[in-house]
């Protein structure tokens, strides 16, 4: 089983950056592809980035595109999420995920989650 733990979120102003840490442990955590969601207040759940367990692939939502980035150090078994230029439409719960397939980030649900990370973004 994989276990995970977000951290960096916080409170921060429209334009500047934040950068969000999901520390997995497990026995076949590095193999894993992970990833990350947000759910905003009044919002669904929707799909931000994902990684594949080598780092040479990933995917990303069109809403953040050009401002974040999905990295991985598997010496460390951590994913980070860069967020730059942040919006106060990024606000919401940030999620780390993983799963064997990358391709379930974008169609299906991670069968492991962690419990989530605050991103607050004011105007």
């Known amino acids: 089983q994989v276990q995970l733990v977000e951290s960096g979120g916080g409170l921060v102003q429209a334009g500047g950056s934040l950068r969000l840490s999901c520390a997995a442990s497990g026995r076949t955590s590095s193999s894993y592809g992970m990833g990350w969601f947000r759910q905003a207040p009044g919002k669904e759940r929707e799909f931000v980035a994902a990684i594949n367990w080598s780092g040479v692939r990933t995917y990303g939502a069109d809403s953040v595109k050009g401002r974040f980035t999905i990295s991985r150090d598997n010496a460390k078994n951590t994913v980070y999420l860069q967020m730059n230029s942040l919006k106060p439409e990024d606000t919401a719960n940030y999620y780390c995920?993983?799963?064997?397939?990358?391709?379930?980030?974008?169609?299906?649900?991670?069968?492991?989650w962690g419990q989530g990370t605050q991103v607050t973004v004011s105007s």
């Open positions: 995920a993983a799963d064997r397939a990358l391709a379930i980030f974008t169609t299906a649900v991670p069968n492991y």
